[in-house]
């Protein structure tokens, strides 16, 4: 049984040990996409590069002000609308993870400017809706309280902060043009969110998901109505990752309700590089 097939109890030291789970990998456990071109997350010294924000809103959820990074794309301009993809991080990052560690929008201005992208904004939001929403000391990483931010921050993004940037920003209010995806637990965040609230989505990518991944039959209860409405399901996972049990199981799930989607397997652990790899592939597919 995949271990995302039913909803886990996971202790603090389970889930350390979660990493080094046996790989075990299936026929179609294999890469789509070759790896990203040298120098792909890497600042252009010749081409146009978006800026980076911080953006704070107020949440209903935790009580407090909270903050999110934000990326407007080159030439970003009030006389238009533009597609958003809400960028989710894991279990010991916070809102600068996909910039700091991962380059996001190094990786995102090199597709806009060579022109294989659609000029997006994105949102890193803190994906830990607790009133104290730093990272926790590395011995409260994997405790209930910090995962169970991971969980509060449905309701923090879909009725505080997807608003909030929409009122900020010249954001396109249609839902085939919001995007959500996420690496490890933020991958799982992006899954659940995602596949649920499909009148707010209509691209969905998890990378590396963690299992705080809802239960394949919860994710996608009505495949007929899951194919009518997604334009994108991404999926990936390193092939040395302890981890990838999870995606397995939901990419098995989807091929037998007969759901497209993306499986993409490469050759990492849980690690920047897929996840880098993997933005720059999803990222080329979106809002088109």
């Not at 179609?28 to 070759?34: E, W």
């Not at 900020?168 to 690496?183: F, P, V």
């Not at 809802?214 to 390193?238: M, N």
């Not at 499986?263 to 979106?286: G, K, P």
Request: glycine content about 8%; aromatic content about 10%.
């Amino acid at each position: 049984m995949f271990a995302q097939d039913k909803p886990e109890q996971v202790s603090p030291e389970r889930a350390r040990a979660n990493f080094g789970r046996p790989v075990v990998l299936a026929a179609d456990d294999v890469r789509m996409f070759p790896d990203a071109p040298a120098g792909f997350d890497k600042s252009s010294t010749n081409g146009l590069a978006g800026r980076i924000e911080v953006f704070e809103y107020d949440s209903t959820v935790t009580g407090t002000r909270r903050k999110a990074v934000v990326y407007l794309p080159p030439n970003y301009s009030s006389d238009k609308k533009h597609p958003v993809l809400y960028l989710l991080h894991g279990i010991a990052g916070n809102e600068w993870e996909w910039k700091g560690y991962v380059h996001a929008d190094a990786v995102v201005d090199n597709l806009i400017n060579d022109g294989k992208s659609v000029p997006m904004i994105i949102v890193m939001p803190n994906g830990r809706a607790l009133a104290e929403d730093r990272v926790p000391a590395q011995d409260k990483i994997y405790s209930p309280e910090n995962s169970g931010g991971f969980a509060k921050f449905e309701r923090d993004l879909l009725d505080c902060l997807i608003p909030a940037i929409q009122a900020k920003y010249s954001a396109s209010t249609n839902r085939e043009q919001r995007a959500i995806a996420g690496l490890s637990m933020g991958g799982g965040q992006a899954l659940n969110f995602g596949l649920t609230h499909l009148d707010t989505f209509a691209w969905v990518a998890g990378f590396s998901s963690a299992p705080n991944t809802k239960p394949s039959a919860e994710l996608v209860p009505d495949p007929a109505t899951t194919r009518a409405q997604l334009k994108l399901l991404y999926l990936s996972c390193g092939n040395k990752d302890g981890l990838i049990s999870v995606s397995q199981g939901v990419h098995v799930y989807l091929k037998q309700q007969n759901v497209p989607h993306i499986w993409n397997v490469d050759d990492h652990t849980h690690d920047r590089e897929t996840w880098a790899s993997n933005l720059y592939y999803f990222a080329q597919r979106i809002f088109r």
